[in-house]
């Protein structure tokens, strides 16, 4: 069940029920989300701005997230050639930092 100050957003494709609450998004904790924080702290940690930030847990034990605004891609027509450059740019700039967590920190949880 939801407080009235969540609102339940729509298009996730991991999460049975994900919600924002102000400026976080809370989704529930799954075998993988303690290897999801990791990721998520060492892209904080190195300075990549790619990914929204891991704030942690709250009460229900929920994973709690940077809200990042924008519309989900289902919605959105297909990308234009310049926006398919961003979105290799973007992927591209995070290699660094992840194979600097997979070689540094190892995996921990399951993906």
Known sequence: MTS??????EGGNVADVVVRVGST????????TAAVEALLD???E???LGAPRSLGRDELGRHILEYVPGEM????PPL???ELL???GLSESSTTPRRAFSHHRG???RW
């Open 107 to 109: 995996r921990n949880g």
């Open 42 to 44: 060492h892209f904080a």
């Open 86 to 88: 961003q979105l290799v």
């Open 73 to 76: 891609t289902y919605s959105l």
């Open 25 to 32: 998004v809370r989704k529930p904790a799954g075998v993988a």
């Open 80 to 82: 234009t050639a310049d």
């Open 4 to 9: 009235s100050a969540e609102h339940v957003l």
């Open 46 to 48: 190195v300075g990549f």
